[in-house]
């Protein structure tokens, strides 16, 4: 009987100890990151946007874009550097440059929705 309750006591103190708040550190971004935002509404024309453009970054930089839209998207390079498939909303397309340059980019989905990104 004894035994039983000692069990039902470290039990009892175990479930305990996961109930508590524990500090949960969330993950950083890389050091070398950013994010390119695209949305609806954010050009000075009101239409379709990446948000910042232009965009200045280093060289080895992951770049995000982010689907902030309620509808699909693509991002692609003008000279063939990436080609994203169709970014639903609330996905990302990520792409990591290795070599200087000016990017223009693209949706193939839309017309006049541009971004430049340049790496340094």
Known sequence: MLRRLVLLLLLA???G??????PVTPTPAPPNSTTVTIRVGAST???NAYVPSPMTVAVGTLV????NDST?????????A???PNIAPG????????TAGIYPYHCSLHAGMVGTLTVQ
């Not at 699909?72 to 063939?80: E, F, Q, S």
């Not at 996905?91 to 290795?98: E, G, Q």
């Open 13 to 15: 103190m175990s479930a």
């Open 17 to 22: 100890a996961c109930d508590s708040e524990t």
């Open 45 to 47: 024309l009101g239409t």
């Open 64 to 67: 995000s874009f982010v689907n």
């Open 72 to 80: 699909a998207h693509t991002t692609v390079a003008d000279a063939g």
């Open 82 to 84: 990436w080609t994203s």
């Open 91 to 98: 996905n990302r397309f990520n792409v990591t440059l290795t």
